[in-house]
């Protein structure tokens, strides 16, 4: 076994277990997705509109609407395209060679020609090659922090027998991807390639459908039912025109001319402007979009599942606590070498304070160096932040330690100890330091207090239920060389130090504005329940006694069934010592529940999670590439407070799109009432084609862009998060798209009946109809700024590009009047300035209807706000 496998042997075995690679995910080709961007029922209803127009020799009007088709599918081509990479960084994390033992000789191989049964061979900074089960381990130290998410390096030791259990305790394993810190080791190959932890990952990655994203959803349900509703429209009217008798041309061009009113043939390209211009202001409050529609739907999310390290902790192991043997606790505060004063002078007054302190700084194998004025650390994560400690105290951390070496036991998960002997003027001492369970064994007294190891064993105890990492001093003369399996006794105690991931200084405060945003939050992580519950209480997330949610508890869950799965995760919001396929179930169960999830991690633990929520964001500082290629959003500052910034400019966004559809929808809608009522009337037709796509694509298409730049309300951190399944369609668009449609289609109405009364051609009434209905969008326009808020109390000029567009599409018109070849096309004649202005008087009384609207809505929400307030006073 020690000479390791022969060549012939590896591959054989490579032929059966395939190479040692990662799955990667099929580019969809452009054509694939150019051809996807026609599978809508908008697009349908407008090619059968095309289609028709061709019968009727509407060439133009074919060729306009294709032209649209073909503009809004390059846009979504161009967005899918430039999105889609999966999980394509994955083949990041295994390197490129490796040194194996093959027919008795050590070789550096491809890391891709590794085999189960290889054995391998680990030293200081390689980074593992697959998955392997360790036969040798010398003070072998892995950050394992890629897979896990957990900050402190990980002993490795090697055992006789295999260890069961969560992948956080399988200490006789390393894992591909992971690196080695320090130390020695050698293994035999288990599992490769896509067996692999992270290979499971990353089919789980591939095999994960992308869930569509809110706005995706909406917008599917919002155009199918325009579809539905346009060919019934058509339907009935097709009906009674043709029981009059009309010839089938005449039907027709109805037809086609319904169509065409109907579809909001701008909406795609507005959609995509507000889009594009929520990702913009997101990028102001350091958020990153890899994905367009994400926007949005951070907007949206009802949920956020946040990992705990790097996201809401700063993923630095930080002293938090000095604890003396008379039982007093000195707090520790500030990060790096800040608050250095204080506990400089506290050091310099408290002797045991000082010993405890010094050693360790001495029991120490870490270092770190100043850099442009702040510490960078080196080595193992507690050991760093002793030196830190060191700083504080009024130690020089970054000078060699004090004393010279004279003997070293460097830290084993079987020791459960460090010790390091030292030279010291004229004396040698020895320093400890591990788990207060195997130091107190080897005291036999405290410094600054009586002898009280059961009090010590309870206060300390009592200190790492608080969700502290403990870690015990002590030191003592020293005794001759040290045998590492029997340590001396007769040391003195000298404290305990209190360490933890500390939380980052805005996560209470971001935590908090979730919550007032009626957002909810939960901590999914691999670390200690204790250390996610007292953190957990600290953000505000829970109440002490809440219950915590472990991975132990989902499998008996899963178990039980699907229902009291469900109910297990549905019942907490903390999540602790969860497996990296743990945090894809948490996601889909929440998602399945009806929530709308976002996701934050930084390891390659979170990609499925990521790749599976309505909304993934990675970290940008500390995320893997794994992470950010499997996010959405990615936060370039690693704040949790940016989400909050994200999710208010999210919630702008799809409020901007609400008012572009309004506006649209509300127009279109008066197009068929004025159609309806013609047809009814006997009436010809009071708009050509030509002239509907010149109000719906042009006029309305510069007015419905400038729209969605509508800064912020200010009260979207206020406001609920919209339900998940409410449809973009709820009463209040309703109500306001038929009351504006209503009196618009009838005033246009009037005036094309009016005309035709007074003996005005045809083609001069159609005229008239048209600028009526260009006034209308103008008027329309202003009043669509808000859904709820008067236009009294909206900041005139606070969106000046709109105010422009208004201008710009009644300039548009009146020039296209002016420039015959296009008042040809159109059918324009020139209307004098009399007619103009009556025309503008009739369209400015849409105001009174669109606040009276407004205002009663507002009354209805104020009579059912105090109908609940004195509900619960009763």
């Known amino acids: 076994m020690r000479a390791g496998l022969s060549e012939q042997e590896a591959r054989q075995r490579r032929e059966q277990f395939g190479p040692n690679q990662l799955p990667s995910p099929?580019?969809?080709?452009?054509?694939?997705?150019?051809?996807?961007?026609?599978?809508?029922?908008?697009?349908?209803?407008?090619?059968?509109?095309?289609?028709?127009?061709?019968?009727?020799?509407?060439?133009?009007?074919?060729?306009?609407?294709?032209?649209?088709?073909?503009?809004?599918?390059l846009i979504g081509t161009i967005q899918e395209y430039s999105a889609q990479k999966a999980a394509g960084a994955l083949h990041k994390m295994v390197p490129r060679r490796a040194r194996v033992r093959r027919d008795g000789q050590v070789r550096e191989i491809d890391a891709i020609d590794l085999v189960p049964g290889d054995i391998v061979l680990l030293t200081s900074g390689d980074r593992i090659s697959a998955d392997t089960r360790l036969t040798e381990a010398t003070g072998l130290m892995v950050d394992e922090s890629v897979l896990t998410g957990e900050a402190q390096t990980v002993a490795k030791q090697a055992a006789s027998a295999p260890i069961?259990?969560?992948?956080?305790?399988?200490?006789?394993?390393?894992?591909?991807?992971?690196?080695?810190?320090?130390?020695?080791?050698?293994?035999?190959?288990?599992?490769?390639?896509?067996?692999?932890?992270?290979?499971?990952?990353?089919?789980?990655?591939?095999?994960?459908?992308?869930?569509?994203?809110?706005?995706?959803?909406r917008i599917e349900r919002f155009t199918l039912v325009v579809a539905v509703s346009v060919m019934v429209v058509i339907a009935v009217l097709f009906v009674i025109v043709l029981l009059r008798g009309a010839d089938l041309g005449s039907i027709f061009l109805l037809g086609l001319a319904l169509a065409v009113s109907a579809i909001p043939e701008g909406l795609p390209a507005a959609i995509t402007v507000a889009l594009a211009i929520g990702m913009r202001r997101m990028a102001r409050v350091k958020v990153i979009v890899r994905r367009l529609v994400a926007v949005e739907a951070l907007g949206s999310c009802t949920l956020i599942c946040s990992d705990k390290t790097g996201t809401l902790t700063v993923n630095e192991m930080t002293v938090r606590q000095l604890w003396l043997p008379r039982g007093q606790r000195i707090p520790v505060s500030g990060e790096g070498m800040e608050r250095a004063g204080r506990i400089e002078a506290l050091a310099a007054q408290v002797p045991e304070m000082e010993a405890l302190v010094h050693a360790g700084q001495v029991c120490n194998e870490a270092s770190?160096?100043?850099?442009?004025?702040?510490?960078?650390?080196?080595?193992?994560?507690?050991?760093?932040?002793?030196l830190v400690l060191a700083g504080k105290a009024g130690f020089a951390p970054d000078q060699a330690q004090p004393g010279d070496e004279i003997d070293r036991v460097p830290y084993e998960p079987e020791l459960a100890y460090a010790a390091v002997a030292v030279q010291e003027g004229e004396q040698k001492r020895v320093y400890f330091k591990g788990a207060f369970e195997r130091i107190l064994p080897l005291c036999d007294q405290a410094m600054g207090s009586d002898w009280e190891p059961e009090r010590f064993q309870q206060q300390l105890a009592e200190l790492a239920g608080l969700g502290y990492r403990v870690l015990a001093l002590a030191d003592g003369p020293w005794q001759g060389k040290m045998n590492p399996a029997e340590p001396p006794s007769g040391l003195r105690f000298l404290g305990a130090v209190a360490m933890v991931d500390p939380l980052r200084s805005d996560a209470v405060e971001a935590v908090a504005r979730c919550r007032a945003a009626q957002i909810e939050v939960a901590m999914i992580t691999g670390d200690h329940p204790d250390t996610a519950l007292a953190l957990s209480v600290e953000l505000g997330l829970c109440q002490p006694r809440d219950p915590v949610v472990t991975g132990q508890d989902l499998v008996a869950a899963q178990?039980?069934?699907?229902?009291?799965?469900?109910?297990?995760?549905?019942?907490?919001?903390?999540?602790?010592?969860?497996?990296?396929?743990?945090?894809?179930?948490?996601?889909?169960?929440?998602?399945?529940?009806?929530?709308?999830?976002?996701?934050?991690?930084?390891?390659?633990?979170?990609?499925?999670?990521l790749h599976a929520a309505h909304v993934g964001i990675a970290m940008g500082k500390r995320g893997t590439d794994v992470a950010r290629e499997n996010a959405d959003l990615i936060l370039t500052d690693d704040h949790f407070a940016s989400i909050v910034d994200?999710?208010?400019?999210?919630?702008?966004?799809?409020?901007?799109?609400?008012?572009?559809?309004?506006?649209?929808?509300?127009?279109?809608?008066?197009?068929?009432?004025?159609?309806?009522?013609?047809?009814?009337?006997?009436?010809?037709?009071?708009l050509l084609p030509l002239q509907i796509l010149w109000l719906n694509l042009v006029t309305n298409g510069?007015?419905?862009?400038?729209?969605?730049?509508?800064?912020?309300?200010?009260?979207?951190?206020?406001?609920?998060?919209?339900?998940?399944?409410?449809?973009?369609?709820?009463?209040?668009?309703?109500?306001?798209?038929?009351?504006?449609?209503?009196?618009?289609?009838?005033?246009?109405?009037?005036?094309?009946?009016?005309?035709?009364?007074?003996?005005?051609?045809?083609?001069?009434?159609?005229?008239?109809?048209?600028?009526?209905?260009?006034?209308?969008?103008?008027?329309?326009?202003?009043?669509?700024?808000?859904?709820?808020r008067s236009l009294r109390h909206q900041p005139f000029f606070s969106n000046p590009l709109l105010l422009l567009g208004i201008l710009i599409a009644q300039g548009i018109h009146i020039g296209a009047i002016a420039f015959p070849p296009l008042a040809q096309l159109l059918a324009l004649e020139p209307v004098t300035l009399q007619q103009w202005g009556t025309l503008l008087a009739l369209a400015l009384t849409l105001f009174i209807v669109d606040e009276g609207h407004k205002w009663w809505h507002n009354l209805r929400q104020t009579d059912k706000a105090d109908a609940r307030t004195a509900e619960r006073g009763a």
């Not at 400019?649 to 009522?677: C, D, M, P, Q």
Request: glycine content about 8%; hydrophobic content about 50%.
């Open 559 to 609: 178990k039980q069934g699907a229902s009291v799965l469900r109910d297990t995760i549905m019942g907490s919001r903390v999540f602790a010592r969860i497996e990296p396929m743990q945090k894809l179930l948490i996601t889909q169960e929440l998602m399945a529940a009806g929530h709308n999830v976002a996701m934050t991690g930084d390891g390659v633990n979170d990609a499925p999670a």
């Open 368 to 386: 770190v160096v100043a850099e442009q004025g702040q510490w960078r650390g080196e080595g193992d994560g507690v050991d760093v932040a002793l």
């Open 164 to 217: 069961e259990g969560p992948l956080t305790e399988r200490s006789d394993c390393v894992f591909a991807g992971t690196m080695v810190m320090h130390g020695r080791g050698e293994g035999v190959v288990e599992a490769t390639g896509t067996q692999s932890e992270i290979g499971q990952i990353a089919s789980a990655v591939k095999a994960q459908p992308e869930p569509k994203a809110p706005l995706q959803r």
């Open 26 to 73: 099929r580019a969809k080709s452009w054509w694939w997705l150019l051809l996807n961007q026609f599978h809508t029922p908008f697009v349908y209803v407008l090619l059968a509109a095309a289609l028709i127009a061709l019968v009727l020799a509407q060439q133009i009007n074919a060729i306009f609407i294709l032209v649209v088709l073909g503009i809004n599918a």
């Open 702 to 788: 510069v007015q419905d862009v400038a729209l969605a730049f509508e800064p912020a309300e200010g009260d979207e951190l206020t406001q609920p998060p919209r339900p998940p399944n409410e449809r973009i369609f709820n009463r209040l668009m309703l109500e306001r798209v038929l009351s504006s449609a209503l009196y618009m289609g009838g005033v246009a109405f009037a005036v094309f009946a009016f005309a035709l009364s007074q003996g005005v051609a045809e083609a001069e009434a159609r005229n008239l109809t048209l600028l009526m209905m260009v006034l209308f969008e103008n008027v329309h326009a202003l009043s669509s700024r808000s859904e709820r």
């Open 646 to 686: 994200g999710v208010r400019e999210g919630r702008v966004v799809y409020s901007n799109i609400r008012k572009v559809i309004y506006l649209l929808i509300a127009t279109g809608a008066a197009e068929i009432v004025l159609f309806i009522l013609s047809v009814l009337v006997g009436l010809p037709l009071p």
